[in-house]
């Protein structure tokens, strides 16, 4: 080939490489960065349990032990003080009988004086109740958010954060950021 075709062509080549080059650039810049309008962003919500231990004083009233059970002293001493009273009434036989039956009623007496007065016999104390109670608390740990593309496609992707109105958007519908 001749000199001057050769050259034709190289120029040819370089001034069409170059005006695509610029082209390209200019198409990039122009275009600038793709945006797509948040349809909706729903938190997502994680909830934690802390457990709390809650104490307060009470009153609490026991019976004093027992060291008679059986209330013997009691019968005891009123079958003699009924026997006694008994014995103080009528003659004969029937002062016999009459001291029986006052030793009768008098041991039941005492049984149930004494009793009474073991039952009454009580003291209180202040002891520390505790209980677990549970405090839940809630934070939110990203959002599911939903995007619409300019060609009117719906697209979904998780964020650590609320985008706002639009997010930004490369070729392949990625989300980058949000606005």
């Keep these: 080939m001749n000199k001057f075709v050769t050259k034709a062509l190289v120029t040819g080549i ?12 200019r198409n990039a810049s122009a275009e600038g960065p793709q ?20 104490c307060h ?15 013997i002293a009691g019968t ?4 003699v003080a009924g026997g006694l009273l008994g014995h103080q009434v009528g003659g004969g036989k029937g002062k ?6 006052g030793a009768v009623a008098g041991g039941y007496a005492g049984k149930k004086v004494q009793e009474n007065h073991q039952e009454n016999a ?20 990203g959002y599911n958010v939903k995007y619409q593309l300019p060609d009117g496609t719906v697209h979904s992707t998780r964020m650590d954060h609320n985008p706002g109105d639009t997010v930004e958007i490369k070729q392949g519908t990625t989300v ?4």
């Design 14 to 25: 370089a001034i069409a490489t170059a005006g695509g080059l610029t082209a390209c650039n």
């Design 35 to 54: 945006y797509a309008k948040v349809v909706s962003a729903t938190p997502i919500k994680k909830t934690t349990n802390n457990p709390r231990q809650v």
């Design 57 to 71: 004083e009470e009153t609490v009233t026991h019976h004093k032990p027992v060291k008679d059970q059986h209330q």
């Design 76 to 79: 005891a001493i009123g079958a």
């Design 96 to 101: 016999t009988l009459a001291t029986v039956a």
């Design 122 to 141: 009580t003291y209180t104390t202040q002891e520390q109740k505790c209980e677990t109670v549970n405090n839940p608390s809630t934070t939110v740990v």
């Design 176 to 179: 980058v950021s949000s606005n």
